[in-house]
């Protein structure tokens, strides 16, 4: 396929000659790997020219002609244009960043990463300094805390702007009112926030001793010696106990189990809750006692340091022994930090430490999060400051620059400086808080912790939501469902059957033997006159179980009862193996399952080693396998097998398990597997199919000859040995059929399915298996069941991924499943080709995912797509991804607390997920976007006020309201009214998560917009107006008492103006007008000093007879109406002729 391709025909001299060269090289090799070459190495030769050939941006240029491969895609070009818009906007914060990034690169030079040797017990010999090995997840220390969280708060313009403008007050010429009035606000905004931020601070600094403060046994030469996790070095042995945490990178020397592996948990690095089995040195697991380890000179050599936690290279060397020992190290005898021990005792010699272990790497700083509401009101605050500006030159234009015109201008802009209200960031954060409890509060969602109290509107604004699989989605609990013997298939309720015809087969074969003497003879003939025309459907059954509880990887573990755990474990293997205390580790949970399974029909795994394996009958019989060869399954592949001698009869038998596409060609003809797996499948069923080849002694030594000269190959071991391997599968005897069922979390069905009506794209991240991962995307619904899905084929260079993207974009409306490895080198040569593609999709699937790679889409789908993205996860290893994501939600599982303590919401089970976005983030969000313009209007209306006040005195520069009148009017007079819109909603919760289409609304951001905004904008220059203009024709008989008639006026418009804009009454919201007002009117007996115009000028207070009269009111309330009456009028009658979706469901 990759010949199609048209190239550019540019080759360098140097190139063909290098080419050249490789062909003669390869083809003296031999007439096979000649071949091999010229298909590989064309390939590259392709790949290193795919620069200038971009991939077809549409269906039909993949007909076209070659010419359509030399056209840039039109995205790509936008993507590049920079002129003059892209300076302005964008280039003045890149140049800064640039900059600021390269002054912190001379500051703080990054050590380059480097391969190590280290030396057993000795880091004293370590050539180079390593980094301490403790954690911190602090934001800032005792210097930067303060520096830090002010620079938080004043890089938003609100804050800064209203810093000038208090500093301002401290200059006499300037000064137009009490300092107060400024400061108590900025002042209150600031001890609030700093409080918030220790206090989530030292939280953060406890977490951290605790972990650092944990205590390990170090081996010296002169004994065990106790140290802190934060003391250990590279070089240093550690001995690890059961559950204990594993403190830093190790490579695996000891173990206190005989067979010389143990089981690790790792769900904290990859998210699975399978353990993994690890093996240890074979040279230093054979010393005789542990202190021999201090009277050998040996050294690992380790790659540097990496972020893939699913590989490692090094190499175990020991110089003392005539030869000296050479030894090849892999990830299975790793030992990763963050991972716990599961059985026995480890010692291991570190070879990293803190930042430079895989689990640091894997995870990304926390980010300080800014709601896109937050950054919205910053716009406007912007838009505001303009504003303001521009009304300050107009009022000095018209005053004609008189004397000192820029004193005059400043004092103009703390004039009208209300235009930008303080109190807005006060509202908002307190806002916040409310939003917050009430979401703790919710008795539909128990559990749920808020612990970022900065963006709930954020979950009212997603359009992404990524989810992990393990523990998120599912439960991780495998149940076996259903056996298929091709003409009789057993369900849950006829398991009883299998079990009787288990116990028959087994106890007509234990009388056999019992019957003769000649011990392993009779058995074999029972075998040999076993393939009949049509076999029992007894021996069927027996055959199919005893090759599932043959053919995995699965080790029973005996818990120890007493005291000593070593004792206790040696001497299990002599005793019967009790029930009671038997678990079974494997990694994979559906090998557990089948494993019980078997258990519970009566044919069970007793006990497994390296080498052998024993079972135990119903009737109590104990029978050993020989294990010769174990194959175990990789994602190529999609099987597993295990070539097993019965020691009773020395019968070899081939056992094989796998997946459908793998095995239907392997197994001899029927004409019922491929139908079933589809029924399976159809069920949410994992399904296996198992199959077996009984072998000759020659068959076996002769596959057993070909299979080791095939390892020790230096040339395309991994190809070789697979040829040899696919030698024995041919023509296997098909046997069974298995369904199991990887059991969902509660409700995650329906959960999804209103994430995707609310228009929410929901794409899994796994660390798991990318069959188990399709699994569970179909089972759970994420993918439904009339969608065509679209497995991305494994790719390795540039070349492949140019293909297989190109494949894809022929596609419509699929579901996308990718692996990790793939999925890299898509982003690594076509980043925005792949988003672009992926982004389309309705669902997409990213399996064998490493922790980085989680943040990295993430990230990714911000910067391509601009829209928010909320991370779901349950492990260690979905940390990156919570805290790269616009929202973050930690679910509390079996995974541990890391996710939740990292996340910004907490919740108990993934069901919550949709009241916690479809009620409560979209409340938080409109309630906010309420709020913030109202608050606005708040101020803007108070400005337009003196704007006119100050035209009609000849553009003086002095304020209508003075002192209190100011903080009073942000403050008692209407922050109670205006606050009480946090408890406004248009629809019933209920009705919210009924109709998941309402919050789809929300994603277009209608709710607070330029739009919005100048609406708000020109109801407060039009109510402004009125009031002021309203007051001086009014009362112009009375002129003296202005400031009283329109302040009166006011605050009753704004109690009015809220009952206007809210939807749904509370009688919090009624009490708060009516307390507001109550708390005015008790005012105007002690602040009459306030009420005169320019107190200083005109010397008027307020006269107690005039506010008494009925012309007082009637006017007051005449100017009132004459502002509200028209809004209210335009409200009903949009509602009536354009309402509101939530109208539509309300009425």
């Given at each position: 396929?990759?010949?199609?391709?048209?190239?550019?025909?540019?080759?360098?001299?140097?190139?063909?000659?290098?080419?050249?060269?490789?062909?003669?090289?390869?083809?003296?090799?031999?007439?096979?790997?000649?071949?091999?070459?010229?298909?590989?190495?064309?390939?590259?030769?392709?790949?290193?020219?795919?620069?200038?050939?971009?991939?077809?941006?549409?269906?039909?240029?993949?007909?076209?002609?070659?010419?359509?491969?030399?056209?840039?895609?039109?995205?790509?070009?936008?993507?590049?244009?920079?002129?003059?818009?892209?300076?302005?906007?964008?280039?003045?914060?890149?140049?800064?960043?640039?900059?600021?990034?390269?002054?912190?690169?001379?500051?703080?030079?990054?050590?380059?990463?480097?391969?190590?040797?280290?030396?057993?017990?000795?880091?004293?010999?370590?050539?180079?300094?390593?980094?301490?090995?403790?954690?911190?997840?602090?934001?800032?220390?005792?210097?930067?805390?303060?520096?830090?969280?002010?620079?938080?708060?004043?890089?938003?313009?609100?804050?800064?702007?209203?810093?000038?403008?208090?500093?301002?007050?401290?200059?006499?010429?300037?000064?137009?009112?009490?300092?107060?009035?400024?400061?108590?606000?900025?002042?209150?905004?600031?001890?609030?926030?700093?409080?918030?931020?220790?206090?989530?601070?030292?939280?953060?600094?406890?977490?951290?001793?605790?972990?650092?403060?944990?205590?390990?046994?170090?081996?010296?030469?002169?004994?065990?010696?106790?140290?802190?996790?934060?003391?250990?070095?590279?070089?240093?042995?550690?001995?690890?106990?059961?559950?204990?945490?594993?403190?830093?990178?190790?490579?695996?020397?000891?173990?206190?189990?005989?067979?010389?592996?143990?089981?690790?948990?790792?769900?904290?690095?990859?998210?699975?809750?399978?353990?993994?089995?690890?093996?240890?040195?074979?040279?230093?697991?054979?010393?005789?006692?542990?202190?021999?380890?201090?009277?050998?000179?040996?050294?690992?050599?380790?790659?540097?340091?990496?972020?893939?936690?699913?590989?490692?290279?090094?190499?175990?060397?020991?110089?003392?022994?005539?030869?000296?020992?050479?030894?090849?190290?892999?990830?299975?005898?790793?030992?990763?930090?963050?991972?716990?021990?599961?059985?026995?005792?480890?010692?291991?010699?570190?070879?990293?430490?803190?930042?430079?272990?895989?689990?640091?790497?894997?995870?990304?700083?926390?980010?300080?999060?800014?709601?896109?509401?937050?950054?919205?009101?910053?716009?406007?605050?912007?838009?505001?400051?303009?504003?303001?500006?521009?009304?300050?030159?107009?009022?000095?234009?018209?005053?004609?620059?008189?004397?000192?015109?820029?004193?005059?201008?400043?004092?103009?802009?703390?004039?009208?400086?209300?235009?930008?209200?303080?109190?807005?960031?006060?509202?908002?954060?307190?806002?916040?808080?409310?939003?917050?409890?009430?979401?703790?509060?919710?008795?539909?969602?128990?559990?749920?912790?808020?612990?970022?109290?900065?963006?709930?509107?954020?979950?009212?604004?997603?359009?992404?939501?990524?989810?992990?699989?393990?523990?998120?989605?599912?439960?991780?609990?495998?149940?076996?469902?259903?056996?298929?013997?091709?003409?009789?298939?057993?369900?849950?309720?006829?398991?009883?059957?299998?079990?009787?015809?288990?116990?028959?087969?087994?106890?007509?074969?234990?009388?056999?033997?019992?019957?003769?003497?000649?011990?392993?003879?009779?058995?074999?003939?029972?075998?040999?006159?076993?393939?009949?025309?049509?076999?029992?459907?007894?021996?069927?059954?027996?055959?199919?179980?005893?090759?599932?509880?043959?053919?995995?990887?699965?080790?029973?573990?005996?818990?120890?009862?007493?005291?000593?755990?070593?004792?206790?474990?040696?001497?299990?293997?002599?005793?019967?193996?009790?029930?009671?205390?038997?678990?079974?580790?494997?990694?994979?949970?559906?090998?557990?399952?089948?494993?019980?399974?078997?258990?519970?029909?009566?044919?069970?795994?007793?006990?497994?080693?390296?080498?052998?394996?024993?079972?135990?009958?119903?009737?109590?019989?104990?029978?050993?396998?020989?294990?010769?060869?174990?194959?175990?399954?990789?994602?190529?592949?999609?099987?597993?097998?295990?070539?097993?001698?019965?020691?009773?009869?020395?019968?070899?038998?081939?056992?094989?398990?796998?997946?459908?596409?793998?095995?239907?060609?392997?197994?001899?003809?029927?004409?019922?597997?491929?139908?079933?797996?589809?029924?399976?499948?159809?069920?949410?069923?994992?399904?296996?199919?198992?199959?077996?080849?009984?072998?000759?002694?020659?068959?076996?030594?002769?596959?057993?000859?070909?299979?080791?000269?095939?390892?020790?190959?230096?040339?395309?071991?991994?190809?070789?040995?697979?040829?040899?391997?696919?030698?024995?599968?041919?023509?296997?005897?098909?046997?069974?059929?298995?369904?199991?069922?990887?059991?969902?979390?509660?409700?995650?069905?329906?959960?999804?399915?209103?994430?995707?009506n609310a228009g929410i794209k929901v794409w899994m991240l796994t660390g798991d298996k990318l069959e188990t991962a399709t699994c569970v995307a179909q089972s759970s619904r994420l993918v439904p069941r009339t969608q065509d899905t679209h497995i991305f084929r494994r790719v390795t260079s540039r070349g492949e991924a140019h293909l297989e993207l190109n494949a894809f974009r022929r596609k419509h409306d699929c579901a996308l499943v990718i692996s990790g490895d793939s999925l890299e080198v898509c982003l690594k040569y076509y980043e925005h080709e792949f988003m672009e593609l992926a982004c389309q999709c309705p669902a997409v699937v990213c399996c064998r995912c490493s922790p980085t790679q989680k943040a990295c889409i993430v990230t990714l789908l911000q910067q391509h797509t601009g829209r928010r993205t909320c991370a779901v996860g349950d492990g260690g290893n979905d940390v990156s991804m919570?805290?790269?994501?616009?929202?973050?939600?930690?679910?509390?599982?079996?995974?541990?607390?890391?996710?939740?303590?990292?996340?910004?919401?907490?919740?108990?089970?993934?069901?919550?997920?949709?009241?916690?976005?479809?009620?409560?983030?979209?409340?938080?969000?409109?309630?906010?976007?309420?709020?913030?313009?109202?608050?606005?209007?708040?101020?803007?209306?108070?400005?337009?006020?003196?704007?006119?006040?100050?035209?009609?005195?000849?553009?003086?520069?002095?304020?209508?309201?003075?002192?209190?009148?100011?903080?009073?009017?942000?403050?008692?007079?209407?922050?109670?009214?205006?606050?009480?819109?946090?408890?406004?909603?248009?629809?019933?919760?209920?009705?919210?998560?009924?109709?998941?289409?309402?919050?789809?609304?929300?994603?277009?951001?209608?709710?607070?917009?330029?739009?919005?905004?100048?609406?708000?904008?020109?109801?407060?220059?039009?109510?402004?107006?009125?009031?002021?203009?309203?007051?001086?024709?009014?009362?112009?008989?009375?002129?003296?008492?202005?400031?009283?008639?329109?302040?009166?006026?006011?605050?009753?418009?704004?109690?009015?103006?809220?009952?206007?804009?809210?939807?749904?009454?509370?009688?919090?919201?009624?009490?708060?007008?009516?307390?507001?007002?109550?708390?005015?009117?008790?005012?105007?007996?002690?602040?009459?000093?306030?009420?005169?115009?320019?107190?200083?000028?005109?010397?008027?207070?307020?006269?107690?007879?005039?506010?008494?009269?009925?012309?007082?009111?009637?006017?007051?309330?005449?100017?009132?109406?004459?502002?509200?009456?028209?809004?209210?009028?335009?409200?009903?009658?949009?509602?009536?002729?354009?309402?509101?979706?939530?109208?539509?469901?309300?009425?």
């Amino acid at each position: 396929m990759a010949d199609q391709i048209p190239l550019y025909p540019v080759r360098s001299v140097a190139a063909a000659a290098a080419n050249r060269k490789r062909a003669a090289y390869y083809s003296a090799a031999g007439p096979g790997s000649g071949a091999d070459w010229h298909s590989r190495y064309q390939l590259e030769d392709e790949s290193a020219h795919l620069d200038e050939m971009p991939l077809m941006m549409s269906e039909e240029g993949f007909e076209n002609e070659e010419s359509d491969y030399h056209t840039l895609p039109r995205a790509r070009i936008t993507q590049r244009k920079r002129g003059l818009e892209w300076f302005v906007c964008d280039g003045w914060k890149f140049l800064c960043t640039s900059c600021c990034d390269w002054l912190l690169n001379i500051c703080q030079r990054k050590k380059e990463l480097k391969a190590r040797t280290v030396w057993l017990g000795c880091p004293e010999k370590c050539e180079e300094k390593h980094p301490k090995n403790s954690i911190k997840n602090q934001k800032y220390n005792v210097f930067t805390f303060i520096p830090g969280v002010l620079y938080e708060q004043f890089k938003f313009f609100l804050n800064l702007y209203f810093l000038i403008i208090s500093c301002s007050q401290f200059v006499p010429a300037l000064k137009i009112g009490y300092l107060y009035t400024y400061w108590a606000p900025l002042g209150f905004v600031l001890a609030v926030t700093m409080m918030r931020e220790a206090i989530d601070e030292f939280r953060r600094f406890q977490r951290d001793k605790e972990v650092n403060s944990q205590l390990y046994s170090k081996l010296t030469v002169r004994g065990k010696v106790q140290v802190k996790s934060s003391d250990i070095q590279v070089g240093d042995l550690i001995i690890v106990e059961k559950n204990q945490r594993i403190p830093s990178d190790m490579v695996f020397l000891r173990t206190s189990e005989k067979a010389g592996s143990c089981f690790i948990r790792t769900d904290q690095l990859d998210g699975e809750t399978d353990w993994k089995l690890k093996v240890a040195v074979s040279c230093t697991q054979r010393l005789p006692a542990l202190g021999d380890l201090f009277s050998i000179s040996a050294y690992v050599y380790a790659q540097k340091p990496q972020l893939d936690i699913h590989s490692f290279e090094g190499t175990f060397t020991r110089e003392d022994s005539d030869p000296p020992v050479h030894e090849s190290l892999s990830i299975e005898n790793t030992l990763w930090a963050s991972t716990v021990v599961a059985s026995g005792t480890v010692i291991g010699v570190v070879i990293y430490t803190g930042k430079e272990t895989r689990s640091v790497m894997n995870t990304s700083n926390p980010k300080n999060k800014v709601g896109l509401l937050d950054l919205e009101l910053n716009q406007l605050t912007k838009a505001l400051f303009v504003a303001l500006v521009a009304l300050s030159v107009v009022m000095v234009t018209l005053q004609g620059f008189v004397g000192p015109w820029y004193r005059n201008l400043f004092r103009f802009l703390l004039l009208f400086s209300y235009i930008i209200p303080i109190s807005l960031r006060v509202n908002l954060d307190m806002g916040k808080a409310v939003y917050g409890w009430m979401m703790m509060k919710d008795e539909n969602i128990p559990g749920t912790v808020v612990r970022t109290s900065t963006i709930p509107e954020e979950l009212g604004r997603l359009v992404y939501l990524l989810t992990d699989k393990t523990g998120t989605l599912t439960q991780n609990e495998m149940v076996f469902k259903r056996l298929h013997l091709g003409t009789v298939s057993y369900g849950a309720d006829t398991m009883d059957e299998i079990q009787s015809h288990v116990r028959d087969s087994y106890s007509q074969m234990h009388s056999q033997a019992d019957g003769n003497n000649a011990g392993s003879t009779p058995p074999r003939k029972v075998q040999s006159s076993a393939p009949r025309v049509r076999k029992s459907v007894s021996s069927r059954i027996h055959e199919a179980v005893k090759a599932i509880v043959l053919c995995h990887n699965v080790t029973p573990v005996y818990e120890s009862r007493a005291g000593v755990s070593g004792e206790t474990e040696f001497a299990e293997a002599d005793q019967d193996f009790s029930d009671e205390n038997r678990t079974y580790q494997a990694s994979s949970p559906d090998e557990v399952a089948l494993v019980q399974w078997t258990e519970s029909v009566g044919l069970t795994l007793v006990s497994r080693d390296l080498t052998s394996m024993q079972l135990k009958t119903p009737g109590g019989q104990v029978l050993s396998f020989c294990i010769l060869q174990l194959f175990p399954f990789t994602s190529e592949s999609k099987r597993m097998g295990i070539i097993v001698r019965d020691e009773s009869t020395a019968e070899i038998t081939f056992y094989m398990k796998g997946a459908d596409v793998a095995m239907s060609t392997i197994v001899q003809y029927n004409d019922w597997l491929e139908e079933e797996c589809g029924n399976m499948a159809r069920e949410g069923l994992r399904t296996l199919v198992v199959a077996k080849k009984s072998l000759t002694e020659e068959q076996y030594q002769d596959f057993e000859n070909r299979y080791t000269q095939a390892k020790l190959s230096m040339h395309d071991r991994t190809l070789k040995v697979a040829a040899v391997v696919e030698s024995l599968e041919r023509e296997m005897e098909l046997l069974c059929l298995t369904g199991v069922e990887d059991q969902l979390q509660a409700d995650v069905r329906p959960t999804l399915e209103m994430l995707r009506n609310a228009g929410i794209k929901v794409w899994m991240l796994t660390g798991d298996k990318l069959e188990t991962a399709t699994c569970v995307a179909q089972s759970s619904r994420l993918v439904p069941r009339t969608q065509d899905t679209h497995i991305f084929r494994r790719v390795t260079s540039r070349g492949e991924a140019h293909l297989e993207l190109n494949a894809f974009r022929r596609k419509h409306d699929c579901a996308l499943v990718i692996s990790g490895d793939s999925l890299e080198v898509c982003l690594k040569y076509y980043e925005h080709e792949f988003m672009e593609l992926a982004c389309q999709c309705p669902a997409v699937v990213c399996c064998r995912c490493s922790p980085t790679q989680k943040a990295c889409i993430v990230t990714l789908l911000q910067q391509h797509t601009g829209r928010r993205t909320c991370a779901v996860g349950d492990g260690g290893n979905d940390v990156s991804m919570i805290q790269a994501a616009d929202c973050g939600i930690g679910i509390e599982g079996k995974e541990g607390r890391q996710a939740s303590l990292a996340a910004d919401f907490s919740i108990t089970q993934f069901r919550h997920v949709g009241r916690l976005l479809m009620v409560h983030g979209r409340n938080s969000y409109k309630r906010s976007a309420a709020l913030g313009q109202f608050v606005m209007h708040r101020g803007l209306i108070i400005s337009t006020m003196q704007a006119v006040f100050s035209s009609v005195f000849y553009f003086a520069s002095v304020p209508l309201y003075q002192g209190f009148l100011m903080v009073g009017y942000a403050t008692i007079y209407t922050m109670f009214p205006v606050f009480s819109l946090v408890l406004d909603q248009d629809v019933k919760p209920e009705m919210a998560m009924l109709y998941p289409e309402l919050y789809k609304d929300l994603t277009k951001g209608r709710c607070l917009s330029f739009k919005t905004f100048l609406i708000w904008v020109l109801i407060s220059i039009y109510q402004g107006a009125i009031l002021m203009y309203g007051a001086l024709v009014l009362f112009e008989s009375e002129f003296v008492h202005v400031v009283a008639i329109s302040f009166t006026a006011l605050v009753l418009t704004e109690l009015l103006m809220v009952a206007l804009t809210i939807r749904t009454w509370h009688w919090l919201m009624v009490v708060a007008e009516f307390l507001s007002l109550g708390c005015y009117v008790s005012s105007l007996t002690f602040l009459n000093e306030y009420f005169g115009i320019g107190r200083v000028s005109f010397g008027a207070f307020l006269d107690f007879t005039f506010i008494t009269t009925v012309t007082f009111l009637w006017k007051v309330s005449a100017v009132t109406v004459v502002s509200c009456l028209p809004l209210y009028v335009l409200k009903y009658l949009r509602r009536k002729l354009s309402p509101p979706s939530y109208c539509k469901l309300t009425s």
